[in-house]
């Protein structure tokens, strides 16, 4: 079946520094979509990403989606301890109605 | 719009005893979601509803039954609970495919 492997599972920061995450399909995705989830809460929808190359950007968040659509980026530019939390990738194939998330990279920044 | 509700919030359970979790959401949307969340292992799907009248497995459906009550309400329940199903629950919907999902606040069981 369909994977999407997350990459890494965790990552301290010190404020300031830059943050990336990275998701990788084992196959071809209709779209992928991100979302971030603060400590003891839900997951939030961030963005979602459908054409290849596609490259979008919410303040200092940048999302990518490779030209083959097998994976995506997030990007976070001088991080800040509100962007705390983990962040999950979830990609879903055409026709399908299950998106299969990434296991999440947990975001520690140290002020 | 309260979006998507869950009850209960919290909830400790005995190992055998059952208990069922809802899920409810106010947006119309046609298809609803059931999530278990363990450490390090992200969102794993138990059941989903792609529209009205259908559910279907997830990745771990084991232990678990699901009911399509209406377009707005999907429930979930446990048999006869294990300490393995100690984990967060989160129902969340979407109105179709390829959208966003909305996920509920989470309900924290804890089975002794």
């Known amino acids: 079946g369909q994977q999407v492997m997350q990459i890494p599972q965790y990552q301290h920061v010190q404020e300031g520094e830059d943050f990336t995450t990275y998701c990788n399909s084992s196959?071809?995705?209709?779209?992928i979509q991100w979302y971030k989830q603060r400590p003891g809460g839900h997951p939030v929808f961030l963005i979602q990403l459908v054409k290849s190359g596609e490259v979008k950007k919410q303040k200092r968040l940048t999302f990518q989606f490779g030209e083959a659509k097998k994976n995506s980026s997030l990007h976070i530019t001088a991080t800040q301890t509100t962007d705390v939390g983990t962040y999950f990738c979830a990609g879903e194939t055409g026709g399908s109605y299950i998106p299969t998330f990434g296991r999440g990279t947990s975001l520690i920044v140290h002020p | 719009n309260a979006g998507v509700t869950q009850t209960p919030k919290f909830q400790v359970l005995k190992t055998g005893q059952s208990m069922t979790l809802q899920c409810a959401q106010d947006?119309?949307?046609?298809?609803m979601y059931w999530y278990r969340q363990d450490p390090g292992m992200g969102l794993r799907l138990i059941y989903y509803?792609?529209?009205?009248?259908?559910?279907d497995k997830g990745e771990v459906p084991n232990g678990y039954n699901v009911s399509r009550l209406n377009k707005r309400e999907f429930s979930l329940r446990l048999e006869s609970a294990a300490p393995s199903q100690t984990s967060v629950y989160f129902c969340a919907s979407r109105p179709g495919q390829g959208d966003e999902q909305y996920f509920g606040p989470g309900t924290r069981l804890t089975v002794t």
């Open positions: 196959t071809t995705l209709s779209n």
């Open positions: 947006m119309n949307h046609n298809s």
């Open positions: 509803s792609a529209s009205e009248g259908t559910t």
